[in-house]
């Protein structure tokens, strides 16, 4: 594991304890401009994200959602971090654990490096791509970031049978249903934030479509976690998908509909 990496499994343990601490208490819930819920866990834990990767690699700009939120949004002509310090707000606010922690290094328009946390599960997710991908445990990061199980994890190839598919919790379209229309459906598992990347990596399903709108903090760590796992991100048209987009009409960062998969062929 490259000291990189290990830079930002840091960055995200030390974010969750935030969180954890303001999961336990009343804590209120902002509208933001898009009519996205934000709370001050999102707010507090960006900024300890953003304290350690200055620290770990302070020349590499990063495009965080909150910050981007408020109009800061660096250039991004090399590599950048993508961080998304809160993935699943709405999961946070009901309080069901299936929010996450999502930090991700960009290399040549690509996630190159992701890690993905979830809190209150502990379930850690690391993958590089030049390395491999691994799954571990941290019950409760205020109490240690030591990893347990820590093992390598990749995606199942299918060869026939029906797919399993992975799709939100919170946001369900008619566009997913009409293109799975082409498979046989076996499982359909329904989990919050980025998590859905993570089961795909870990070989716990086929497919994830997503015909609904994200952002590239969204999907970066899972994208590199997948990757890195043997899998691929691909828009409607067979094209990888692609980051550090500005899209005429559209906000900076949006991704267009994707397709999350493990080894269709």
């Known amino acids: 594991m490259t000291d990189l990496l290990k830079g930002m499994i840091e960055a995200a343990l ?24 934000v ?9 300890v994200i953003l304290k350690h990767l200055a620290q ?12 981007a939120a408020e109009g800061n949004i660096p250039d991004v002509d090399g590599d950048f971090f993508l961080v998304d310090p809160l993935d699943g707000t709405k999961e946070f606010i009901k309080k069901n ?4 922690v999502n930090i991700a290094l960009v ?11 979830t809190p209150a599960k502990g379930w850690l997710y690391a993958g590089d791509v030049d390395a491999g991908c691994w799954q571990g445990d941290v019950a409760d990061p205020r109490v240690s970031h030591e990893i347990a199980n820590w093992r390598a994890i990749a995606v199942r190839k299918h060869v026939d049978g029906g797919v399993d598919v992975v799709g939100s919790r919170s946001h369900h379209t008619p566009e997913a249903e009409d293109y799975l229309k082409a498979f046989t459906v076996g499982d359909h598992k329904s989990i919050g934030s980025s998590l859905k990347f993570c089961l795909l990596a870990a070989g716990e399903a086929d497919i994830y479509p997503r015909f609904g709108r994200t952002m590239e903090w969204d999907t970066a760590a899972g994208d590199a976690i997948l990757s890195a796992a043997g899998g691929t991100v691909e828009t409607t048209d067979g094209k ?4 550090g987009k500005v899209v005429q009409d559209d906000a900076p960062f949006a991704n267009p509909f994707f397709i999350a998969k493990a080894q269709l062929g």
């Open 107 to 117: 290399r040549n328009n690509v996630p190159a490096v992701g890690v993905i946390y």
């Open 39 to 47: 709370t001050q866990a999102d707010k507090a834990a960006e900024a």
């Open 240 to 243: 990888r998908l692609q980051y």
């Open 97 to 100: 654990g299936e929010f996450t």
């Open 56 to 67: 770990i690699a302070p020349d590499v700009p990063v495009v965080a959602e909150e910050a």
């Open 14 to 37: 030390c974010a969750a304890e935030t969180i954890l601490d303001i999961y336990e208490t009343d804590f209120d819930v902002e509208i933001k401009g898009d009519a996205s819920p």
